[in-house]
């Protein structure tokens, strides 16, 4: 075969080699953690992630939202370390809470300072009991903060009630008002007592009453 013709058979057969070269590329660069929602709600969910990192220093949420949260958040520390006015303009655009923008570049890029670097931590706290998702802290390297724990709730001793007593009469109620003064108690009168009759006087005879039997006395 000649030379000339292997021009025209490059030519010939560049579409099924450019097929092949498509469909033989790997999937370098593209670390886009989706989390199942569009470009413009990811965006809005993760700004408002390093907000929430940035005034509590540390916050739970899911691993992949953590994963997803962590490049962004080092990105905001570079910026703030960087300190120009561009940088804090870029830094707005992202997280469009000036709040949070001013206490990055003023807190936490100057303790970061001396760290070219990692910025973040991530701590797995295991699977949640609702859906079984994994959950994490993710939390700043160099964050000074203090843990706050719930105080614990003293438990009541069960005061027993008291047993109902009768009810008393107050002595109130004993004292007779002025109105009602008490009255008099008249003596009752003695019973005389039988005297035995005389031995010469007769025995009075005792009447029968018509309508009363024999055996009646």
């Not at 992949?64 to 707005?92: C, D, Q």
């Not at 009991?129 to 994490?136: E, I, N, Q, V």
Request: aromatic share 4%; proline share 7%; charged share 35%.
């Amino acid at each position: 075969m000649a030379l000339r013709q292997w021009p025209y058979l490059l030519l010939a057969n560049s579409e099924p080699l450019c097929e092949d070269r498509v469909s033989s590329r790997m999937r370098h660069q593209k670390k886009t953690i989706k989390l199942g929602r569009t470009a413009d709600h990811r965006r809005a969910l993760l700004a408002n992630q390093v907000c929430a990192l940035i005034e509590h220093q540390r916050i739970k949420t899911t691993l992949a939202k953590a994963k997803a949260v962590r490049p962004l958040a080092e990105r905001m520390v570079t910026l703030g370390k960087n300190g120009s006015i561009h940088a804090r303009r870029r830094a707005l655009a992202v997280l469009r809470q000036k709040n949070a923008v001013k206490k990055l570049f003023d807190d936490i890029a100057q303790r970061s300072a001396e760290r070219n670097g990692g910025y973040t931590r991530i701590v797995k706290l295991g699977a949640r009991k609702s859906d079984s998702a994994r959950m994490a802290f993710i939390e700043w390297v160099d964050a000074e903060y203090v843990v706050e724990e719930k105080p614990k709730k003293e438990k009541k001793a069960k005061r027993k009630e008291p047993e109902q007593e009768p009810d008393q009469i107050t002595p109130e109620a004993e004292q007779p008002t002025r109105e009602e003064e008490p009255r008099a108690e008249t003596p009752a009168p003695e019973k005389e007592e039988p005297t035995a009759p005389q031995a010469g006087e007769p025995k009075p005879k005792k009447r029968r009453w018509f309508g009363r039997k024999s055996g009646d006395s």
